[in-house]
Nanobody
Framework: QVQLVESGGGLVQPGGSLRLSCAASGSIFSISTMGWYRQTPGKQRELVAT???????DYIDSVKGRFTISRDNAKKTVYLRMNNLKPEDTAVYFCNLKAAWSIYDAWGQGTQVIVSS
C-alpha cells in the first residue's frame, strides 16, 4: 500500500514563494514517477510537473522558469518549489505517484495554495 501526504500550502502574495512537500510511505517510491497536479473549482485537474526515477523533469508551459520539482529518494519525498507566484496559480495541489509497470497509481489528499493580495 502507498500513502501520500502533502504539506506546505498556504496564503502568499503575488510574487511570493512556497515549497510544497509530499511524503510517501511504503517501498515503491524509488521506482515511481512523481508528479504534481492542481485543480480549482469548475476546472479540470491539470498536470503541473513530473519527475522520473532518473531525475528527468517536465513542466506545463505556464510554470516553466518559476516552478522546480525535485525528489529525495532517501526521504521518499517529492518537492515543488514555486517562485514568483501569480493569482492564477491558486489551486489545490495534489501529489501523484505512478509506479513502474503501472503497479500503483496513488494520490495525496491535496494542499491549498492561495495567491492573493
Amino acid at each position: 500500500q502507498v500513502q501520500l501526504v502533502e504539506s506546505g500550502g498556504g496564503l502568499v502574495q503575488p510574487g511570493g514563494s512556497l515549497r510544497l512537500s509530499c511524503a510517501a510511505s511504503g517501498s515503491i517510491f524509488s521506482i515511481s514517477t512523481m508528479g504534481w497536479y492542481r485543480q480549482t473549482p469548475g476546472k479540470q485537474r491539470e498536470l503541473v510537473a513530473t519527475i522520473s526515477t532518473g531525475g528527468t523533469t517536465d513542466y506545463i508551459d505556464s510554470v516553466k522558469g518559476r516552478f522546480t520539482i525535485s525528489r529525495d529518494n532517501a526521504k521518499k519525498t517529492v518537492y515543488l518549489r514555486m517562485n514568483n507566484l501569480k493569482p492564477e496559480d491558486t489551486a489545490v495541489y495534489f501529489c501523484n505517484l505512478k509506479a513502474a509497470w503501472s503497479i500503483y497509481d496513488a494520490w495525496g489528499q491535496g494542499t491549498q495554495v492561495i495567491v492573493s493580495s
